[in-house]
């Protein structure tokens, strides 16, 4: 199997993971619950926005073409950005892939649904007040690991 063909198989690993987490979380029976107690929860979370819940105020005929056209001219970038990569060693093609594989999958939900599911919840009580990260979901997670170790290789090139 070819490094191409490997990167192919993890996106579609990466996305079909994600959707289906996602499909899961959608359940009707599906019930929030806490994985580590006072740190980290399984939530259900609609998110009509980006990052933050960015932009979830513009109107859904604005906000959802909007963001999904966003999304894909950046993914389309990342594409052709892997194309050049992909049979180079190292690892910025797969960190490209992991890119891909979370823009595939939030835009299948805004085109699908409008909105990104979300579901992991991070959260600090500190005094008996909790503290919580944005819920999120694993194509974010992709997409964020990606960023970060994209950084940090290339400044070690610098």
């Not at 959608?26 to 926005?49: K, M, W, Y």
């Not at 859904?60 to 999304?71: C, N």
Request: hydrophobic share 55%; charged share 15%; proline share 3%.
């Amino acid at each position: 199997m070819t490094r191409t063909t490997r990167q192919i198989a993890l996106l579609a690993l990466l996305v079909t993971l994600d959707q289906l987490s996602k499909w899961w979380i959608e359940q009707p029976q599906f019930t929030p619950f806490s994985c580590i107690d006072g740190l980290f929860n399984i939530v259900r979370a609609h998110n009509p926005g980006v990052a933050f819940s960015m932009f979830a105020d513009l109107p859904d005929s604005v906000r959802v073409g909007a963001l999904v056209a966003v999304t894909a001219a950046i993914a389309i970038g990342v594409l052709i950005w892997w194309l050049k990569e992909r049979q180079r060693d190292g690892i910025t093609s797969w960190l490209l892939v992991l890119i891909m594989a979370g823009a595939i999958g939030n835009i299948w939900d805004r085109v699908q649904l409008g909105y990104v599911v979300d579901f992991l919840d991070w959260f600090v009580t500190i005094d008996g007040q909790a503290y919580h990260w944005p819920a999120f979901n694993l194509a974010d997670s992709y997409i964020s690991v990606a960023v970060v170790l994209l950084l940090v290789t290339g400044f070690k090139k610098s």
